[in-house]
């Protein structure tokens, strides 16, 4: 197992390439796996190709269709409403980092690449129980033991706010490469987003607070 080997979980928004520049400078080798599950919006697909493309990063692209078929929800469907009230919101898509990162796995044993990345986080928790730090290390010992592997899972974000994401960024010289490229709005929108929809406001919002945070100025 090639211990400078690295494969990034990929969907070309704001945190997976924050992931995708982190690794590219951790490791000798990288590679991006992107998963097909049925978005609202190829666009998604689309701007990680191209990311990849422009980064050099060889890209594996894997139709995960079947679970839009298991467990419907508003990444998918349209006619699902995005709510963030009380309980899970409507944009948590049961097992999807438990696949995700299983086929990473994989895929991570295929090409003999010891790390995994994501760009799961709990500081800006979403309500989603399989961005917790603690499924991440279960998953890593469960991919272990399944496979006789010694894959390590690598969580850059886990413990930043979204400010602290951006942050990062500009520490590993790709802020304007993240703020113009990479697409996490829910409606599709390139680059800033379409505005208000969850995704875009805490994109945003942490966006903002960093930059007044560069300026010298404490955000509210």
């Keep these: 197992m090639d211990s ?19 690794a590219l400078e951790k490791f000798d080798h990288v590679e991006a796996v992107t998963f097909e599950y049925g978005q609202r919006h190829n666009n998604e697909l689309d701007c990680a190709r191209e990311i990849c493309q422009n980064l050099d990063v060889k890209q594996h692209e894997l139709d995960m269709s079947l679970l839009n078929q298991l467990a419907p929800n508003a990444l998918t469907r349209e006619d699902i409403e995005i709510t963030e009230g009380d309980g899970l919101p409507s944009t948590f898509v049961p097992g999807r980092n438990l696949l995700f990162l299983s086929f990473a796995g994989v895929l991570a044993k295929q090409i003999d690449a010891k790390h995994l990345i994501t760009g799961v986080s709990e500081a800006d928790f979403s309500g989603y129980p399989d961005c917790r730090d603690d499924f991440i290390k279960s998953l890593n010992v469960t991919l272990n033991l399944s496979m006789d592997n010694k894959f390590v899972i690598h969580t850059p974000l886990m413990w930043l706010d979204k400010s602290q994401v951006w942050e990062l960024s500009d520490q590993l010289d790709a802020f304007e490469f993240v703020k113009n490229n990479t697409l996490t709005c829910y409606n599709g929108v390139k680059g800033s987003g379409c505005g208000e929809c969850p995704s875009c406001k805490l994109r945003n919002r942490g966006l903002e607070n960093y930059e007044k945070r560069k300026a010298g100025v404490t955000a509210e």
Excluded: E, H, P
């Design 4 to 22: 400078n080997k690295a494969v990034v979980v990929f969907s070309g928004g704001q945190d997976s390439t924050t992931c995708l520049f982190w």
